[in-house]
Structure formats: structure tokens, C-alpha cells
């Protein structure tokens, strides 16, 4: 079945803790990204990835770093968490810009 | 980045109403897709539009790109329960060939037996 895997679900961590959320698709896309999603701000992009080593920032990417040394796998880290940073997370991709993409079921993360 | 706005923000409806979503930008896209989002889920993708002035339909929803291909609409005949959920758009320019579309912020639909 074609799925973008996210972990965990949920996570409650404290101030300064780094952490790394997980993202795999089995889909062989190009494209994968990581969104926010804020009440009433709706989805915003962390940040991209066009193919493996190729990354770059989207629209807030302060306080996130990511990674892509595999087609499959991209995980967002956020080396010190702060409570702004409570939020949904989503991963996507996609098999090229135009394309449909696909989502994970989202990352609940919340930042005390 | 481009920005695109949705309006209405939220939208609370007896069933067999119908209804009108829109979502508009100054900037003109090369193509723009809608996604439905149901609670604790992501975003899944109902329809992308490329040609301006195009009209797709997908049973009792009705989407419109504008002639500008600056705007989009979406239209629902006789809602039900089960179209409630968040309603997005995104839309996107091809720039140094990457594109990477950009989300509205949603129209969240409750659909009221």
C-alpha cells in the first residue's frame, strides 16, 4: 500500500530536548516536505526536499533542521524545542512539484 | 511565496444546503490542487486544475479555475455529513525548475444532519 509513515503520533517533550520526528514514504517520490499546522494559519511549509542531499527552506524554517540521505526517508529534528514549536506536523511528498501529494497522518508534538 | 486566500473561513450548514468555497490570489499559478482534511488526518487530494477557466466535477462537488488562473473555486450540491472536514487549496509557480505549491489557510465545513 502507498503511505507516507510518520513517528511517532503523538510526543510531549520539554524545553531543550532534542528530537527527531520520522518520515518514510515507499512510493519512490522526488519530492518530500514538512508542513506546521497552526490554528487559523493553516498549512505551512518547514522545509523541502527535490532528491536525495537536495534540501531548502520553506516558509519557517528557524528552530528545524532536516535531512535527506535517502530517497525514502526525510526526518525533521529539532535539536532545542521550544513551546512555539507545539503544533501538528505533517510529511508529504510527492513524485514531482505538479503532482498529487501524500500525506502522513500527522505528528502531534507538544513542546512544556 | 505566494499567498492565497480562502474565504470563508468557517462554514456551518444543514444538510442538502449548497455551498461555495473560494480561494484567490494576485499571483497566477501554473496549476492548483484542493484537498479535503478530515479530524486526525492528513490532507488528501481531490482535484488539480491546470488550464485556466477549466471545470472538473467529482460527483456532487464542482471545482472552476479562473481564466487568470488567479482564483479558484468550489462548489458542493446538496452537502451531506460526510463532506464535513477542513477544504484546501494550493496553488504553485514553477521557479528555477522547482515548484513547490503553497496552502491556503482552509475553510472548515460542518455539515449538519
Redesign the interface.
Known sequence: EAQVTQNPRYLITVTGKKLTVTCSQNMNHEYMSWYRQDPGLGLRQIYYSMNVEVTDKGDVPEGYKVSRKEKRNFPLILESPSPNQTSLYFCASRLSGYTEAFFGQGTRLTVV | ?QLLEQSP?FLSIQEGENLTVYCNSSSVF??L?W?RQEP??????LV?VVTGGEVKKLKRLTFQFGDARKDSSLHITAAQPGDTGLY?C?G?T?SGG?????????TSLIVHP
Open positions: 511565496t473561513q501554473s496549476s490542487q484537498y486526525g488526518e492528513g490532507p488528501v487530494l488539480t484546501l494550493a504553485g514553477a522547482s515548484y513547490i505549491p503553497t496552502f491556503g489557510r482552509g
